[in-house]
């Protein structure tokens, strides 16, 4: 059992930020619905298709930061990732006859969107909480400076971190080891000092693999094709929400 | 005249930190006071030999790196550049004889010291204020990140700046043209957008040579042998503390 008299361990948290603390899916989906409804669907199901359309919007963003890592090639503007996975997305079979609907201000306006999303409902007052505690508090997210310092902004967590670690500051993405190595370096920090709290899976396994604690924080926009019960194995906490986070952490 | 109906133009505040900000010299006085009195000077002069020491030592950093710039060195991490200054100066004829005083713990400790400094008292008031205005506020400085998390708390500026860029991050030392202009990239902002606050005329003449407005502020401890007078004339504004610096700013 720790005592107030043992040295501070953890001295730095690092959250991913979309999914993890924002809630990307309803924050677009409002931006989607007043589109012609898909012609291939009937009307009840509009907010089906747009959903899963969402989904697989942000999983094809996942897949070309991975493709970008095994061809080492640099980070990509947030903004022109979005917009050539959201192209590719409507040449797909599915999406495809809803295309003529995406004109071209129609999608600058949900790159936007992006820069503009709520928080989930458990995040502000388990940041607000953390924050007067003895910890540093990071972003430390995959994107740009631009979008992470809009979100901030927009999601009512403006000053709630100490600092914002875009992949476009630190030069390679998360889940490269170098990415969290560089942090570790600015922060002057060691491994054992630092914690992960994420939705991701690779963002943790990331983590694991510099030797920093992780706790995995369920969204059900995020993983949604991974294995719950090998996640809750492989972390050091597996929470529903941020509720008992600050708990969770002082009890690393 | 400006009325709310106008656009926007200034979005950004870039804030040098040390010596435009913080007393780094009223910060560091008070550690070498303790030390033995120099041998060749009365204790009478021993504060003023001390504070004699600490605007050379501040003087010699920023020359380190000036000289760094001219040879296209990287930049280094400012601990190192604080140490090595350190021990250069305590090889001049001036200091050599109070050598024996800085011992290893000494110097490691006042290198530290750079870490924890107060701000000017006209500082957290004007900055406070202008967080609750429509502008977005940066330090941006050289230096090390680790250096601007470690001040942002000791001086009690937590939370006031949107984000921290150090020449750690940027890759290049002000007054570089570089330097200003990753800044502007990763913000996405233009230059009439932007306006630099120094106690420096060379962060200001980078910082002009972009295109971004500029406020001077005058601080005793810095740009000691300045003419003032042309000072006044090269930028944009010329202020004696932060008191009417967000006036200042709006009437831009």
Known sequence: ???????????AILFDFMGTCLDWHGSLLP?????????SY?????SKIQSDFLLQWRQSYFDANTLRISHNLPVENIDV?????LETLLLTPTY?????????????????????????????PALQSLSRGPHELFVHANGSTRLQLDLVKAAGLKWIFDMLFS???????????????????????????????????????????????????R????????DQEIIKRENDAYLENMEDLGKVIREL
């Not at 009937?42 to 509009?46: Q, R």
């Not at 003529?100 to 502000?124: G, M, R, Y």
């Open 31 to 39: 931006h989607l619905l007043p589109l012609p409804s898909h012609p």
């Open 219 to 226: 969204r059900w926009t995020d993983d949604i094709h991974d």
């Open 167 to 217: 992949s476009q500051l630190v030069g390679v993405y998360k889940p490269e080891r170098k990415n969290y190595e560089w942090v570790m370096g600015v922060l002057g920090l060691e491994p054992r000092e630092c914690v992960t709290v994420a939705a991701h899976t690779s963002d943790l396994k990331g983590a694991r693999e510099v030797g920093m604690r992780t706790v995995y924080v």
């Open 81 to 85: 990732t979005h917009l050539s996975t």
């Open 42 to 46: 009937p009307s009840e199901l509009a």
């Open 96 to 124: 495809s006859p809803w295309s003529p609907s995406f004109t071209a201000p129609i999608k600058d306006s949900l790159i936007q969107t992006w820069h503009h999303q709520i928080p989930w409902p458990d995040v502000l």
């Open 1 to 11: 059992m720790s005592t107030s008299t043992e040295p501070l361990e953890i001295r």
